[in-house]
């Protein structure tokens, strides 16, 4: 498959890494030779230096050819304008990243996809709506629905009191098993499980169940205790505290403490009214306490910084708030974060890889997501008529070592999968595999 990736910032480079281990054809474009020097000698790809919206530099790197056009620069207007032309001198799929929300609204795709220019990705919108789904959800760690939720994917971190500490898993099973352990994340591990093993303290542990049995999952991993989310202190006035505080339920009250009173301003009008916006450094911990942070279940450290956001969520953690997140952008970060036990990590470029990834799979894949601890994906896939996945029962299927069916959906009714299960044509099911694997499972589903 051949792919163009314009901008060799955070999400471009992420994504050209990424890529090149697939032994995808890549080829990446930006006008800063400094960005790509370490790239082409580092990675199986190719770099250009030039202006992504040349028209001749385009068609001399054969975009007409190109599967995926993808444009990430920071400037929104030249993502779009690359597009276009791409899109226009024969793309299959082309990718602009932007910075409006308002493209993003359904009322708006077909203006943009006339234009050529098939998807459109938010990165500060996507981490918002994680952001989210974690204050509604306190007690886990990740939280993914699939299917409108008639099947869910929860990730935990085990404590003392979970019921299923240092127990083999097929003890815990059974005919009326309404749960899947489908991962666990040891350390710098992640361990697809058989009946042998057992869940560790501190391990996070990846579920499949469905909705009516989320409360079975709280109580096995000892989160009944867990407060939920009415008052929360965020750090940093950016995109994504915006993004974020705008789309929170009503009942959760937000405090924002910003030290430059500009960014603070600029947040005022982007925001609803009610949100209290403090001008002062949410590491004065004198400040924090002053304002209420006994009171507060939530400490957000979303700045531009990430050593700074680890270093404030630590003391807030160390203070006595339950739930900590923070965004760390920088990825070599993350396991040093989850070793410290700062909570909830969001990371803008690993969940702009997971939208994007989800176009270069040829099997009908409606939702791909980056596991952000463990080194594992989760996709969800529609069944064909005829496809391999049909064929025999789970357990005789011969899947790659490394996956596992997490769970299905047939007809709207969410299913945990056992050896037993036979999948059908239109079933929708989540596989959840080692990262770079999924292209292994996708000829299940061709």
Same mark, same amino acid.
């Given at each position: 498959?051949?792919?163009?990736?314009?901008?060799?910032?955070?999400?471009?480079?992420?994504?050209?890494?990424l890529?090149?281990?697939?032994?995808?054809?890549?080829?990446?474009?930006?006008?800063?030779?400094?960005r790509?020097?370490?790239?082409?000698?580092?990675?199986?790809?190719?770099?250009?230096?030039?202006?992504?919206?040349?028209?001749?530099?385009?068609?001399?790197?054969?975009?007409?050819?190109?599967?995926?056009?993808?444009?990430?620069?920071?400037?929104?207007?030249?993502?779009?304008?690359?597009?276009?032309?791409a899109?226009?001198?024969?793309?299959?799929?082309?990718?602009?990243r932007?910075?409006?929300?308002e493209?993003?609204?359904?009322?708006?795709?077909?203006?943009?996809?006339?234009?050529?220019?098939?998807? #459109?990705?938010?990165?500060?919108?996507l981490?918002?709506?994680?952001?989210?789904?974690?204050?509604?959800?306190?007690?886990?760690?990740?939280?993914?629905?699939?299917?409108?939720?008639?099947?869910?994917?929860i990730?935990?971190?085990?404590?003392?009191n979970?019921?299923?500490?240092?127990?083999? #898993?097929?003890?815990?099973?059974?005919?009326d098993?309404?749960?899947?352990?489908?991962?666990?994340?040891?350390?710098?591990?992640?361990?697809?499980?058989?009946?042998?093993?057992?869940?560790?303290?501190n391990d996070?542990?990846?579920?499949?169940t469905?909705?009516k049995?989320?409360?079975l999952?709280?109580?096995?991993?000892?989160?009944?205790?867990?407060?939920?989310?009415?008052?929360?202190?965020?750090?940093?006035?950016?995109?994504?505290?915006?993004?974020?505080?705008?789309?929170?339920?009503?009942?959760m009250?937000?405090?924002?403490?910003?030290?430059?009173?500009?960014?603070?301003?600029?947040?005022s009008?982007?925001?609803d009214?009610?949100?209290?916006?403090i001008?002062?450094?949410?590491?004065?911990?004198d400040l924090l306490?002053?304002?209420?942070?006994?009171?507060?279940?939530?400490?957000?450290?979303?700045?531009?910084?990430?050593?700074?956001?680890? #270093?404030a969520?630590?003391?807030?953690?160390r203070?006595?708030?339950?739930?900590?997140?923070?965004?760390?952008?920088?990825?070599?970060?993350?396991?040093?974060?989850e070793?410290?036990?700062?909570?909830?990590?969001?990371?803008?470029?690993?969940?702009a890889?997971?939208?994007?990834?989800?176009? #270069?799979?040829?099997?009908?894949v409606?939702?791909?997501?980056?596991?952000?601890?463990?080194?594992?994906?989760?996709?969800?896939?529609?069944?064909?008529?005829?496809?391999?996945?049909?064929?025999?029962?789970v357990?005789?299927?011969?899947?790659?070592?490394?996956?596992?069916?997490?769970?299905?959906?047939?007809?709207?009714?969410?299913?945990?999968?056992?050896g037993?299960?036979?999948?059908?044509p239109?079933d929708?099911?989540?596989?959840?595999?080692?990262?770079?694997?999924?292209?292994?499972?996708?000829?299940?589903?061709?």
């Open positions: 498959m051949k792919i163009i990736i314009v901008g060799a910032g955070e999400v471009g480079t992420h994504l050209a890494k890529l090149s281990r697939e032994k995808q054809d890549i080829i990446l474009i930006d006008e800063d030779e400094n790509l020097t370490s790239l082409s000698s580092s990675y199986d790809l190719m770099t250009v230096t030039a202006s992504p919206t040349s028209i001749k530099v385009l068609k001399e790197h054969g975009v007409g050819d190109a599967d995926l056009f993808i444009a990430v620069t920071p400037d929104e207007s030249q993502n779009i304008t690359a597009c276009i032309i899109g226009n001198l024969g793309a299959k799929k082309t990718v602009a932007v910075d409006n929300g493209y993003l609204l359904p009322k708006n795709k077909e203006f943009f996809k006339n234009l050529g220019i098939d998807s #459109l990705i938010y990165p500060e919108m981490a918002a709506e994680e952001i989210n789904i974690s204050l509604k959800h306190s007690w886990v760690r990740q939280w993914w629905e699939f299917c409108g939720g008639a099947l869910i994917l990730g935990a971190k085990i404590r003392e979970a019921e299923i500490l240092d127990i083999p #898993l097929y003890q815990l099973g059974g005919p098993m309404h749960y899947h352990i489908v991962a666990i994340q040891r350390n710098n591990e992640t361990l697809i499980p058989g009946g042998q093993d057992v869940v560790k303290l996070i542990v990846y579920f499949t469905t909705r049995h989320v409360s999952i709280r109580k096995l991993a000892g989160k009944d205790s867990f407060p939920d989310v009415k008052n929360i202190m965020i750090m940093g006035a950016s995109d994504i505290t915006a993004r974020t505080i705008n789309s929170l339920p009503s009942h009250k937000v405090k924002v403490f910003e030290k430059d009173i500009n960014l603070g301003m600029r947040l009008s982007e925001i009214e009610g949100t209290m916006i001008n002062g450094d949410a590491r004065d911990l306490v002053s304002e209420g942070l006994d009171k507060s279940q939530t400490f957000l450290a979303l700045t531009g910084n990430t050593e700074t956001n680890i #270093l969520c630590l003391a807030a953690r203070l006595g708030v339950k739930k900590v997140i923070a965004e760390v952008e920088n990825i070599d970060y993350i396991g040093m974060a070793s410290l036990d700062i909570g909830t990590v969001i990371n803008k470029k690993l969940i890889a997971s939208h994007i990834y989800q176009m #270069l799979l040829n099997a009908d409606s939702n791909v997501k980056c596991l952000t601890f463990a080194n594992a994906d989760v996709a969800e896939f529609t069944v064909k008529e005829g496809s391999r996945i049909t064929k025999s029962p357990r005789h299927l011969g899947l790659p070592r490394g996956t596992t069916i997490g769970g299905l959906v047939r007809n709207g009714v969410g299913v945990v999968v056992t037993d299960t036979q999948v059908q239109g929708h099911v989540v596989v959840f595999c080692l990262s770079t694997m999924i292209k292994n499972i996708e000829k299940f589903f061709n």
